[in-house]
């Protein structure tokens, strides 16, 4: 059979172009995430112990000491069965206050509530920290998704009936958090018999952690893990603005593979009487921007590593970490300029708030300066999905294993999450 030599030397030609377009993108794509790949000596490469059933392992392949990826918790209660929920005997308001760190208990005690009386739930509003900063339910949160979840539980309205929409004529009462049987049978029960409409109001304490609820009973009060985890959901363009604002931050993460790590830190918070130093005989729960850095530092961050920070706008007491951490970054910095207006408006900043709440269930690694409802209950969602890596900063041990410090929230697995994700 007779060879063209000018096909020949054609078909080599192509050949010899395909291997040099894969040396360069393997130059200019691939190596890069090789380079320089120090090792410090302050991360532990062995397994460490959680609990009987789990174990988490640290890494320093890229620039810290970043957790091995482990699969994902799956919900350990029995779903609900699809039923038809009880006739409607009246109608159970409620608000949203204080900051998303709350609004997952609240939602819990509403359904609870509901539940018990054969209530019809109402889809709850949002207060600001501000007199008449009120918002729709469906500004932030998934509606449909809201009464999707909680189908076969309660019923739920997304239009009470106007004569009871303006609250006006309600009773309100104050009940606790984690709200018992007991309670609502002999406090709330004889109450809402008489009024038929209630409003309710769950007191919360802000500095409490979460370990202190009540664990739940999988085979019966599954309603409380799918209103606590499920239930509440951010509205479409909202996650996407997390997403896209969490890419941002891995765009420029490039040599620790696209990694963050998400440190709630406000000066409002360090600069409040929650934050006052403690007398020496016990443990230090706030740290300053300078104490982070240190801290970072001893377990093995390198200098590279990316860290968004929920203080809004810039201050210049994060100048410490900023330093040592040249990628430290809050909000501002990476919101879509076409957001800004919307919703970082200088007179009510509660929509900053979802976005630090989800921006620190998104990181990789969760780190807050000072330990209170905001911690206890992002380590909540980060349990929910699986993102367990969290570390809380201490004075009182001089170890340099970041494994001394995993939140023990997961190394005890005492956070209530874990009576619902197994």
């Known amino acids: 059979m007779a060879f063209d030599i000018r096909q020949v030397m054609a078909a080599f030609l192509t050949f010899s172009m395909f291997i040099m377009l894969g040396n360069m993108i393997k130059t200019d794509h691939i190596d890069p995430l090789f380079d320089s790949m120090e090792v410090s000596e302050n991360v532990r490469y062995d397994l460490f112990k959680v609990s009987k059933q789990s174990t988490v392992k640290l890494q320093e392949l890229d620039y810290g000491p970043w957790r091995v990826k482990t699969d994902t918790?799956?919900?350990?209660?029995?779903?609900?069965?699809s039923r038809k929920e009880k006739s409607n005997n009246g109608y159970i308001f409620f608000s949203l206050t204080h900051g998303p760190e709350?609004?997952?208990s609240q939602v819990a005690n509403a359904v609870a509530v509901a539940k018990h009386l054969g209530a019809t739930l109402v889809i709850p509003d949002i207060r600001g920290t501000k007199l008449g900063d009120k918002r729709q339910f469906g500004d932030i949160y998934d509606v449909d998704r809201f009464v999707t979840v909680l189908k076969g539980i309660v019923k739920v309205d997304k239009n009470a009936p106007a004569e009871l929409s303006s609250n006006a004529k309600l009773y309100t009462m104050r009940i606790p958090n984690g709200v018992s049987e007991d309670f609502i049978a002999s406090?709330?029960?004889?109450?809402?018999k008489r009024e038929k409409n209630l409003k309710i109001v769950t007191y919360l304490n802000g500095s409490?952690?979460?370990?202190k609820l009540a664990k739940v009973d999988r085979s019966s009060n599954a309603h409380q893990c799918l209103a606590m985890y499920e239930s509440l959901k951010l509205k479409k363009d909202l996650q996407e603005l997390v997403d896209s604002m969490a890419g941002t931050l891995r765009s420029i993460s490039r040599k620790t593979r696209g990694r963050f790590v998400a440190v709630d830190l406000r000066d409002d918070i360090l600069e409040g009487k929650s934050c006052q130093e403690k007398n020496d005989a016990e443990e230090k729960t706030c740290f300053n921007a300078e104490e982070l850095s240190k801290f970072f530092i001893?377990?093995?961050?390198?200098?590279?590593?990316?860290?968004y920070v929920t203080q809004t706008g810039w201050s210049s007491n994060l100048?410490?970490?900023r330093k040592v951490f040249p990628n430290t970054l809050t909000k501002d910095a990476i919101i879509p300029a076409d957001q800004k207006a919307k919703l970082m408006d200088l007179k009510s900043r509660e929509y900053e708030k979802f976005i630090d709440y989800y921006m620190c269930v998104e990181g990789d690694v969760f780190i807050p300066a000072f330990r209170g409802r905001?911690?206890?209950s992002v380590v909540g969602e980060r349990i929910a999905y699986g993102n367990t890596q969290i570390f809380l900063p201490s004075k009182n041990t001089s170890s340099e294993s970041?494994?001394?410090?995993?939140?023990p929230y997961v190394s005890k697995k005492s956070h209530v999450a874990y009576s619902c994700y197994c």
């Open 402 to 407: 970041a494994v001394d410090y995993i939140s």
């Open 319 to 321: 100048n410490p970490l």
């Open 73 to 81: 918790l799956k919900p350990c209660w029995k779903n609900p069965s």
């Open 187 to 192: 406090k709330i029960e004889p109450v809402f």
């Open 298 to 307: 001893k377990i093995g961050f390198h200098s590279d590593t990316t860290f």
């Open 208 to 211: 409490s952690g979460m370990n």
């Open 102 to 104: 709350f609004h997952a």
């Open 374 to 376: 905001f911690y206890g």
